[in-house]
């Protein structure tokens, strides 16, 4: 349930985050489109500034322009007859923006009629200003009609029109305010996005980051919800596994009462014989158990003395035949010349019995194990070969992790560490181990100690 508790909260703050990010993002997109916005109607104005002042330039006048006013009378001097006035009723009403708009449509519409506006001018100095403005893209210029949002001419020479475009205010061309210009860019995302580029990378690494921390918590719970259930599985099967041989000794430490037992000598000697032996594997899995947490803990240190490694293998392949039901068939084939080894005895010991109880365990009705003892190069290795159950291919890598067991069946009880203490004994040795299995074929066990001392 706590993990459960963890794994939502942990969602809920990612997709906290990830709204954050969205509205961060969101909001300064939105403050580029403002900036872009602005810098081209400033860039409208100007632009229209300084086409105006071109087109009264008197230099590039021809001829006298025609005269247009304000007004029910014509100011005096001017001929009447060449004069056009001009309608300004209501003209503040539909201007709303003071005498100097007003005064520029007025000067647009007295000039416009003798110098109208000229597009490809416009574009060269818009591009000007832009450039000035540092934006760098492409723009065309348009006069539409304002009731119509018709388009009237334009400087655009493909007619693929982008989806993608930015408009600029629209500069009045007459008073009625029927007809307007405007700057049009083509593609504005490619303006902005270089100004959100930093802020872009970092909301994407920061969302990798959240996906993948989400990503790894959620392994990381997995795991441990895993790992809870396995080493339930193994305390409970430790107490199975210890419950039994505590049954057997308190039973024949009971039969020792027994006045029959106690004069017969060949009874009560077998009695004393059962309850040692089940001591011995008491203590021998209550030591492995104590060396795994010593060696996780790094407290774990080797005690090693020079022994006759085959002389131990033989003591407990004998010992082995001598506890095992029915009539198992161990064969040694011993190729070593100097069996003398290094090592820590008593792991060595548990090691080899280790590798010789489950090949005991995960074989058929028909026991048939075959140990190989020789030299390869500076090692001396065990081969430990039988034909039962076999792994498959996909577990071979997880055999040797701690609670792990594969191959379960109803006659093989165990807790999922033999292996495990096997592997870390071994490369705490300076050895290595290796397994070679078949489904149904059997498994081959392989370990190889340095004949040298080099222990870690």
């Known amino acids: 349930m706590k993990y459960t508790y963890m794994s939502r909260l942990s969602i809920l703050a990612v997709g906290l985050i990830f709204l954050l990010q969205a509205l961060l993002v969101y909001r300064l997109y939105e403050t580029n489109v403002d900036l872009l916005q602005r810098e081209l109607n400033l860039v409208m104005q100007s632009t229209y500034d300084a086409d105006l002042n071109l087109r009264l330039d008197p230099s590039k006048k021809s001829k006298e322009p025609s005269v247009e006013y304000f007004g029910t009378t014509p100011p005096p001097g001017i001929d009447t007859t060449k004069a056009t006035r001009i309608d300004a009723r209501g003209l503040d009403k539909k201007l709303n923006k003071g005498l100097v708009s007003a005064m520029n449509i007025a000067m647009e519409e007295f000039i416009g009629r003798k110098y109208p506006i000229n597009l490809p001018r416009i574009d060269s100095v818009a591009g000007v200003f832009l450039k000035q403005n540092n934006i760098n893209m492409k723009f065309y210029s348009e006069i539409i009609d304002l009731k119509t949002n018709e388009v009237l001419e334009t400087s655009l020479q493909d007619s693929n029109k982008s989806s993608d475009l930015l408009y600029s205010k629209v500069i009045f061309l007459n008073v009625k305010q029927t007809k307007g210009l405007r700057l049009v860019l083509i593609d504005p995302m490619w303006k902005i996005y270089p100004q959100m580029a930093w802020m872009l990378i970092l909301s994407l690494l920061l969302s990798i980051f959240c996906i993948y921390s989400l990503y790894v918590q959620k392994r990381t719970l997995a795991k441990q919800r895993?790992?809870?259930k396995l080493k339930n599985d193994f305390f409970s099967e430790v107490s199975h596994e210890f419950k039994r041989p505590l049954a057997v000794l308190l039973q024949s430490i009971n039969s020792l009462s027994n006045e029959k037992i106690i004069v017969n000598e060949?009874?009560?000697?077998?009695?004393?014989?059962?309850a040692e032996q089940e001591i011995v594997k008491m203590t021998s899995k209550t030591d492995m158990l104590l060396s795994l947490a010593q060696e996780e803990e790094g407290l774990f240190e080797l005690h090693c003395t020079e022994f006759d490694f085959a002389k131990v293998v033989f003591d407990l392949v004998d010992n082995a035949i001598d506890t095992?039901?029915?009539?198992?068939e161990i064969d040694i084939n011993n190729e070593l010349k100097n069996p003398m080894i290094f090592a820590d005895k008593d792991h060595i010991e548990q090691v080899v019995s280790n590798l010789i109880?489950?090949?005991?365990k995960y074989s058929r009705e028909s026991i048939d194990i075959k140990i190989r003892l020789y030299q390869e190069n500076n090692n001396i290795c065990i081969s430990v070969k039988d034909s039962g159950l076999g792994i498959s291919r996909e577990n071979l890598d997880v055999i040797f992790e701690k609670y792990s067991r594969v191959g379960k069946t109803t006659h093989a009880k165990g807790h999922g560490i033999g292996l495990n203490y096997v592997k870390r004994i071994v490369e705490k040795h300076g050895g290595s181990i290796s397994v070679d299995?078949?489904?149904?074929?059997?498994s081959q066990f392989i370990v190889k100690l340095p004949l040298v001392k080099n222990i870690n």
Request: glycine share 8%; no cysteine.
């Open 226 to 228: 895993q790992l809870s």
């Open 266 to 274: 060949e009874k009560r000697t077998r009695m004393l014989n059962i």
């Open 324 to 328: 095992t039901p029915g009539s198992p």
């Open 357 to 360: 109880s489950n090949a005991i």
């Open 437 to 442: 299995s078949q489904l149904n074929i059997g």
